[in-house]
């Protein structure tokens, strides 16, 4: 069984960072493709980045591409978010995601493994 734990997330003012950081654990995901996704208040689960193991290609939401950067820590198996000049349009619950296949898509119903979710707060 996959078990995914974030970290990180809080609360900052517009236009500064904050980091979140995804630890995986479990037997044979070592290939899976890992993503983040967001949901705000009254919207839909939304992609936000993702990035496969194997390879390291990564791919972002065209709203935060330039200002996102997810990355993979295979000493600890960890896929970092960093999230830099933040806009309080960026306030959701993010959620790490896995996916038992070695790629990544933006549809939320194609993912098999969610992490709880931290939130992060953007403030005017």
């Known amino acids: 069984q996959v078990q995914l734990a974030e970290s990180g997330g809080g609360q900052v003012q517009a236009g500064g960072s904050l980091k979140l950081t995804c630890a995986f654990s479990g037997p044979s995901f070592i290939s899976y493709g890992r993503s983040w996704f967001r949901q705000s208040p009254g919207k839909e689960r939304e992609f936000v980045a993702g990035?496969?193991?194997?390879?390291?290609?990564?791919y972002y939401a065209d709203s935060v591409k330039g200002r996102f950067t997810i990355s993979k820590d295979a000493a600890t198996m960890t896929v970092p978010l960093q999230m830099d000049n933040l806009p309080p349009g960026d306030t959701a619950v993010y959620y790490c995601?896995?996916?038992?296949?070695?790629?990544?898509?933006?549809?939320?119903?194609?993912?098999?493994?969610w992490g709880r979710g931290p939130q992060v707060t953007v403030s005017s």
């Open positions: 990035i496969t193991w194997d390879g390291g290609r990564t």
């Open positions: 995601t896995a996916l038992c296949s070695p790629v990544v898509v933006p549809e939320v119903d194609d993912y098999d493994y």
